[in-house]
């Protein structure tokens, strides 16, 4: 092997990765992940999955809107585009746990249609495996429960998954104007 060349160096440990691996089971040991977003909510750990969540920012300048639903904090401008806040605690039904300091906007990006969810916290990115999914669990809040699309276990406790898509297909949802 050429020492001088740093290339070749890497073409050599390379090659001997490969033959390492060959044969061994670690492709077998290797599980499937999901990753999302983590979020709270009415007391509920949710986790969205990380394609429809565009970002996460502190609470934006808001721009108040008339006849719109309650639930509409307002609108602000985030890198030059004019995104509807929604409060999605106050759409469920219910009001942030947490005080205004801990609120956080995540970003959704579903086709045409951009919005801002104000949530009570976000927390951080969760990694799931394939064997930890359910498709029921118990404790989640009913007015929840429209907008989720399975669990993860986790040491923490269950994380339910919550799908953007299905409440930006909600027609309430839609009809923000009083």
Known sequence: MDTADPFAQLLAIDARARRGRAGSDAGRRTQTHWTGVGFAVLGQ??????????????????????????????VANV?????????????LGGSPTLAWRGWRVLVLASGGFDCALLVDEVLGLKHFTAEAFRDRAAGVEPALVPYI?????????EWAVF?????????RFLDAAR
Do not use: C, H, N
């Not at 999955?49 to 639930?71: A, C, D, F, H, N």
């Open 45 to 74: 750990r949710l986790v969205a999955p990380m394609g429809s969540v565009t970002e996460i920012l502190k609470v934006p300048p808001l721009t108040r809107l008339p006849r719109v639903q309650s639930w509409v904090e307002g």
């Open 79 to 91: 890198r030059g585009r004019l995104l509807p806040v929604i409060g999605l605690a106050a759409f």
């Open 149 to 157: 699309g399975g669990f993860y276990a986790a040491a923490e406790g």
């Open 163 to 171: 799908r953007p898509d299905l409440l930006l297909g909600d027609t």
